[in-house]
């Protein structure tokens, strides 16, 4: 495995015809660099979809089942007197390295020349790195030792992301990109929901989850390991490696690339209103819709079922809205649309603080936000700035997924504590997904 330097200024074969003229046109010996770079235009097999979608899975699964349960009841097993310190600690840590591993990793599977492909040897090693954190944090001897295996599982699994999501634009053509963003956000839900499950089968047993999540992670590569159809970049299309060039490539100009820019944007605010909503959920199912009293359910329950159903209507509307949007060869007024309905699924909680409208919340809630993870990504490969670094400039991109996790609770607390309570909190993350959908317009590249 062989690393170079992405350039800024490279010709980019995907926007410049003259640089990569299409496969059929170019010499036989200049084949490979095409395959690499070239926009891709066929379309991609059901296996090579199958394969995208679990490593998506795997990865997931193996990452939500230790954040939902197993940490938290590792934390107490040290101390239950710290364990909500130790817990923050923890996941401060792994957060913090997620945001620096996604784009890191999507650079290095960019410069990569193996005969292996650009971006299969990091999904391998992802893979490998995030399994073996995971099981040597079974056996974790001090909060120490959990926090840096944690990191490890962080940087393993984001790096497996970063190059199975470069994947995409790698190999997919722009008129399937909706269907297979769609499914590759089916299964980031379905491995949501199986997390979930294997830390309630353990049932307190957090050394056993942590050894089924390596093997839920391990096992959603193989396929794809199998069936990439992942092409290797030539030695001679990078240019030398150069630790100046390298370190200022993430940084990603507005004002050369202002389309890709406006995409980050919207990203962000859509993400930090859908994050402000779900939040504080079990407190608003207790303060608010009083579940106990009015229904005699445990809030925790209610929770479940919420989440639940949200994940049933993700599942299906990615599905269905990224397949719509390539039927119409147009991504904006989905997105746009979408927005719209994760705006109106806070106001429903706003202005409806009972169990109906918590089902009903939560129902639409899916709905905008399913379509909006399928059409947003197929959006967001159409303005990327260059073939070549494509990895690392859907790793940038993803820190809007990663940053409002630190951005939400800091903007939710006031609201909740100080500003009118749960409606204003809801009304907030109206406003705010609702700029996201106003954003959506100033892209000027892809209709």
């Not at 010996?29 to 059901?46: G, I, M, N, Y």
């Not at 650009?118 to 790195?129: E, H, I, Q, S």
Request: net charge neutral; aromatic share 8%; charged share 10%.
């Amino acid at each position: 495995m062989s690393l170079s330097d992405p350039p800024g200024a490279a010709p980019d074969p995907a926007r410049d015809p003259a640089a990569a003229p299409s496969t059929a046109e170019r010499p036989t010996t200049e084949r490979p660099t095409a395959v690499a770079l070239a926009e891709p235009d066929r379309a991609v097999r059901p296996v090579w979809i199958a394969g995208v979608v679990l490593v998506n899975l795997g990865i997931n699964a193996a990452f939500f089942a230790p954040l939902q349960v197993l940490l938290g009841q590792q934390a107490a097993a040290f101390s239950e007197a710290d364990k909500e310190a130790i817990l923050a600690l923890v996941t401060g840590a792994g957060a913090a390295v997620s945001l620096v591993a996604n784009p890191l990793f999507g650079a290095f599977s960019d410069r990569t020349s193996s005969p292996l492909g650009r971006r299969v040897p990091w999904v391998l090693f992802g893979a490998v790195l995030g399994a073996a954190a995971l099981i040597a944090l079974a056996g974790a001897p001090n909060v120490a030792i959990m926090t840096l295996l944690w990191c490890l599982v962080q940087a393993g699994c984001n790096g497996a992301y970063a190059a199975i999501t470069a994947a995409i634009p790698d190999r997919v053509p722009v008129a399937q990109r909706g269907t297979v963003g769609g499914l590759a956000a089916m299964g980031q839900t379905v491995g949501i929901l199986i997390g979930a499950v294997i830390a309630a089968v353990v049932t307190g047993n957090f050394a056993v989850g942590y050894v089924v999540c390596a093997v839920a992670l391990l096992a959603g590569v193989v396929l794809y390991f199998f069936r990439n159809d992942d092409a290797r970049l030539p030695a001679e299309a990078r240019p030398p490696f150069r630790l100046a060039g390298f370190v200022k490539g993430f940084w990603i100009s507005p004002a050369l690339h202002p389309d890709f820019a406006w995409a980050w944007l919207t990203r962000l605010l859509v993400n930090i209103g859908n994050h402000m909503v779900t939040l504080y959920l079990l407190f608003f199912l207790t303060d608010a819709v009083r579940l106990q009293e009015t229904q005699g359910m445990a809030p925790e329950f209610g929770v479940l079922i919420l989440t639940g159903l949200y994940a049933v209507m993700v599942i299906i509307s990615s599905v269905i809205g990224g397949r719509l949007s390539d039927r119409m060869g147009r991504r904006k007024p989905l997105v746009i649309m979408s927005s719209v309905i994760i705006a109106v699924a806070s106001l429903i909680l706003a202005f409806a603080p009972n169990w109906i409208g918590a089902l009903l919340g939560a129902s639409v809630l899916g709905i905008g936000f399913g379509c909006y993870l399928a059409v947003d990504f197929a959006l967001i490969t159409q303005v990327l700035p260059a073939a070549l670094s494509r990895g690392r400039d859907l790793g940038v991109l993803n820190i809007a997924n990663s940053l409002p996790q630190v951005l939400a609770p800091l903007i939710a607390f006031p609201f909740v504590t100080l500003w009118g309570g749960y409606v204003s909190l809801y009304v907030a993350a109206a406003v705010i997904g609702l700029l996201g959908a106003v954003f959506v317009v100033k892209i000027k590249g892809v209709d």
